[in-house]
């Protein structure tokens, strides 16, 4: 079975494939970390996001009723409406992302770093949903985030965010004197751990850098071996060229002596390909002296 043109060109090159293997690994190593304090540090940082999931409701809505009784009115007053909560949600999702909750949380753990966040949404799909592609739920449920770049930051930034907020409404409706009965109730239903966002695996740079590199070096392998097999032939095209011109004009050359030059495959040497040329030409003249010979017997 013959080996293909490209693998022979691979394997003639296997010393500068594996000198470019070298440098590809040392280059993608330095492109995914760097070295601090004799420490080798990822360059690019990990962010992890926690959640907690707050459940809006109030003492005259209970969650597990059915029926809501009637009440007795007295004239003069009208019935009482229950407030869509649903809706509030999406208010309170504003007031927590906002600065002053921000500031209030930094205050409590601390200065947020440039990759931390604190974000708030209202959920519009089932728990295992992914808000990204929004639902058609309408739901009183809020969800509290913390992006950080340590699981454990991010979960400190959401609770401590889901705990403030919960704090400042009930401070709020007691400064508004809200009787005990139509206050709305906040309720943590769920803590989500810190878990690593897609996209920022510290692995995909490292990855990237070392095929790019090594790439080139293939490249070069190629370009390296049709550039010298071009010279080769061009010599041998030469060598051929003086060798019919000291050839006898007399003498047609045989199809013996006729070769392409396109037939030379890359890699072989200009030496051996004069040296067949020549020899070729010597066969040549042989036959036009034993000519010469019989014509003067």
Known sequence: MEIPTYLRVLWRSKWLLLVGAVVAAVAAFFAGFTITNGDVVPRAEQSYRAGTTLLLNGPDQPLYQAVIPGQELQEGQSQPQNVDLTSRAILYAYLISGQDMRATVESQIGSFAEAETLTALRRTTQPAGDESFAGRYVLPILE???????????EQISRTAAQTFQAQVVADQTTAEIPE??????????????????????AIPVVVTFLGVFLLFVAAAYIIAGSKASRERKRAAKAALEDQDDAPSSVKPDDDANFSLDDLLPGESAESEAEAVRSRARSRSSRVESATLRSDL
């Open 144 to 154: 509290v985030i913390g992006t950080a770049s340590t699981p454990e930051r991010a």
């Open 181 to 202: 009965g139509n206050r709305v109730l906040i309720t943590t239903i769920d803590e989500k751990p810190g878990t690593a966002l897609e996209g920022s695996n510290p």
